[in-house]
């Protein structure tokens, strides 16, 4: 047992556990005081567990008898420093989520893991070519060379201290020798250099007014910066980060989880000779551990990435981007359910420099935003380069060949557009072969044993895989239910919409686009790398094709399936239609050739789609925001959804119930618990409840109260459950 003596010291840690507060635990008696932001080892309950310590404290709450000592400080400088720890403290409270996993969810996964951070001359080592490929019986005398090397081409072939030192002894001297004979390399930051710009075409003018808009004294400020799809938005951001770069300081650029592609690393690493590092889902925990120490060292110019590169730390970061601000990937939504705009404001705020945020189809909140005169509002309205608009229309669904998925309109407009000897991209949001399975006897449905939703049918291979849980199985020969043999598919998918055009088009070539075509690493890059090398005459696709991508000979874009978004009880559905039909639009005639962009409605006269194609997005916005206005959703109020599920049917149900005042008070609307809109997913029943409130304050004081009476009741069984706040996604 630990005695209490007034030298003890003491530090208080968050700890990655689903529990909120601070733990406190003693420093052990010959160490130094840990700073705030560097790592812990310790024991929690039975586990061991890397924390992070939040400063110390001089009276702990727990008695000082039964207080542990954490076992090892894994840093000597803090791997969070201090002003990401003040944002991630405010987000921690703001989202109602508790700090340790705030700060798992901020740290790369290696360093969660106790891997060292490469500084003060410590190095990584990887092997090289030859150590990947030279048969290892050339290393039959040295038998601990040859253990490194095995464990390394069995792992991603990186090491460092820590790793080495957890699997050998005094393994310096094979290292040494395995380096000079050139089997291991070891590398360290690179030199420090300057960034190198090369020049751009010449902006036009209302380019140049953009870059001038945002003022290069630094300073706190948010820019919407709203521009047509190739207008030129991507050149405005490479002179602000040029700028940036000129003044000394790190650029961090956001991009939407599919929209870093290759196309767009080649085009800042054309333009930058630059330390440019990328932090995405797609890397190893070592590649992403790398790009993080790069960027936190100061030595990296340009940091570019997805969500959660937002908290890289970055010494002398002197501007965010953020590329497609409206799209839903910046939301989380698991865990820590943060907004990666909303962060990029206040961390930008918190640093006094500039955020722009960048898109043709500004999210509602952001427009709302530009008109209450929190975000300044740049403008480009014209494509540059000489492209002009495509040309939108709609068309009615309705009127087609019996057995064709394309109107009559859309049929001649392909038929024409592959008769010019140009490309046409078809898009439909659904993929594998048909949405369902049934049978018309009885009616029985491919319906899924764990969800409340139908199985789709996949022809290639032949499987119903429902896209919620991803069961499987393989499709009846006949009916479950009544024996009946001719089982029939319902709906179409991207698959069956490319065996039909591959009939209907024999002449043309047609890549099929979708995660099912895409699943095997690179074949994506191969299959784009072909529609730009024309050998594709066809495009059929799923959101996949909507983002990034520049396809210059596309002239015809027809929209399959616009109708889904009028009808979704989400009341961010039509908005997130509407920016996917702008995104998709947007892929047509970049270049010199016009593009014609169709959309199939079984509902083409529907009030808002018919504002969408005649008046323009703006509009749209407009309009929409009037029935938001009315209910009181956001922008004009504040939402937060508490969802609970349970493998017992009801006990979710119960559980938020439970947590119902009597009597409301009159800030907060309180709508529900209802069952979810798809009830029962993987097995789980769920059910949400949805507070709305005009003042923030408000519900949030709410919130607090809420999270404090769950914590309260001790864990509820069979009961799991979430809160999100500003959700974007409300089904
Ligand atoms: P956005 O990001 O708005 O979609 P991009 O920056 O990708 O637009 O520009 C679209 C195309 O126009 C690119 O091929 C780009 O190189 C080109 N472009 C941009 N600005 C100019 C300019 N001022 N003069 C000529 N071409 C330009
Ligand atoms: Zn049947
Ligand atoms: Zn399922």
């Not at 598919?489 to 890549?511: D, K, N, V, W, Y």
């Amino acid at each position: 047992m630990v005695s209490a003596s007034p030298q003890r010291r003491y530090v208080q840690v968050a700890v990655p556990v689903p529990l909120y507060g601070l733990f406190d635990y003693a420093v052990p008696a010959d160490s130094r005081v840990p700073e705030a932001g560097c790592r812990l080892q310790l024991r929690f309950g039975h586990r061991e567990l890397i924390g992070i310590c939040c400063g110390t404290i001089d009276q702990p709450a727990t008695a000082a008898d039964k207080i542990r000592e954490y076992q090892a400080c894994l840093d000597s400088e803090p791997v969070i420093p201090a002003s990401l720890m003040h944002l991630l403290q405010r987000a921690s409270q703001y989202y109602h989520h508790p700090l340790g996993d705030v700060l798992a969810t901020a740290l790369p996964t290696a360093l969660m893991q106790g891997r060292a951070v490469d500084e003060g001359g410590r190095s990584l080592w990887r092997l090289t070519q030859q150590g990947r490929e030279e048969p290892l019986e050339a290393l039959q005398r040295a038998p601990k060379q040859r253990a490194i090397v095995a464990v390394l081409r069995e792992s991603d072939g990186y090491c460092d201290a820590g790793s080495l030192s957890a699997r050998f002894e005094n393994w310096r001297s094979s290292v040494k020798a395995l380096i000079e004979k050139e089997w291991l390399e070891a590398i360290s930051l690179p030199p420090e250099r300057s960034a190198v710009v090369r020049p751009g075409p010449e902006l036009n003018e209302e380019q140049r007014a953009a870059v001038d808009g945002v003022p290069s004294e630094q300073g706190f400020s948010t820019t919407l910066l709203r521009g047509v799809t190739g207008s030129g938005k991507t050149e405005v951001y490479f002179r602000w980060i040029e700028r940036c770069l000129a003044q000394g300081r790190q650029a961090l650029v956001l991009v939407p989880e599919i929209g870093l592609t290759p196309q767009l690393l080649e085009r800042f690493s054309q333009r930058f000779e630059a330390n440019l590092v990328v932090l995405h889902s797609g890397m190893t925990d070592l590649e992403r551990l790398r790009s993080w120490q790069l960027a936190a060292a100061g030595r990296a110019h340009i940091v570019l990435g997805t969500r959660s590169a937002l908290f890289t730390p970055m010494p002398a970061l002197g501007l965010i981007v953020i590329d497609e601000e409206h799209d839903a990937s910046f939301k989380q939504q698991e865990g820590f359910r943060y907004h990666a705009r909303d962060l990029a404001a206040l961390r930008a705020q918190a640093e006094a420099i500039p955020l722009i945020l960048g898109t043709a189809t500004p999210s509602f909140e952001s427009h709302h935003n530009v008109r209450q005169g929190r975000y300044r509002e740049l403008r480009l309205s014209q494509r540059a380069g000489g492209a002009r608009p495509p040309i939108i229309r709609m068309v009615d669904a309705r009127q087609h060949r019996s057995g064709s998925p394309l109107s009559h309109s859309l049929d001649r407009a392909v038929e024409q557009h592959l008769a010019a000897g140009n490309q046409v991209m078809l898009f439909l949001n659904r993929r594998g072969y048909a949405p369902t399975l049934i049978c018309p006897q009885c009616g029985w449905h491919s319906d899924c044993e764990r969800c409340d939703a139908h199985m789709t049918l996949h022809f290639q291979p032949s499987v119903l895989r429902c896209h919620h849980c991803g069961s499987e199985q393989r499709p009846p020969p006949h009916c479950p239910s009544c024996g009946h043999r001719n089982l029939q598919h319902q709906g179409q998918g991207t698959e069956q919409l490319t065996m039909f055009l591959e009939e209907r088009f024999p002449e043309a070539t047609i890549s099929r686009i979708d995660r099912d075509s895409t699943r095997r690493k690179g074949s994506l890059e191969a299959e784009l790398k072909k529609v730009q090398r024309g050998e594709v005459d066809m495009l059929v696709g799923t959101q996949m094709l909507a983002k990034g991508h520049h396809f210059p000979s596309v002239t015809l874009v027809g929209v399959l399936d616009c109708d889904r978004g009028l009808f979704s009880a989400d009341f961010k559905a039509t908005e997130h239609m509407a920016q996917l039909i702008l995104q998709v639009a947007g892929r047509a005639g970049r270049a010199d050739k016009p593009g014609e962009v169709l959309i199939q409605s079984t509902q083409p006269d529907h009030p808002l789609m018919h504002c969408l194609i005649t008046q323009g997005y703006e509009a749209f916005t407009q309009q929409a925001l009037k029935e938001r206005q009315v209910l009181g959703l956001p922008p004009f109020g504040f939402a937060a959804l508490l969802r609970a599920e349970s493998v017992e049917r009801e006990a979710a149900m119960r559980f938020l119930q439970s947590l119902c005042p009597a009597s409301p008070d009159g800030d907060v609307q309180w709508l529900g618990p209802i069952p979810s809109p798809m009830e029962r997913r993987a097995g789980r029943y769920r059910a949400q409840l949805l507070l709305l409130s005009q003042n923030r304050k408000a519900l949030h004081v709410v919130l607090a109260g809420l999270v404090h009476t769950i914590q309260q009741q001790g864990s509820i069984k069979n009961v799991r459950w979430s809160l999100d706040v500003d959700p974007t996604n409300t089904l």
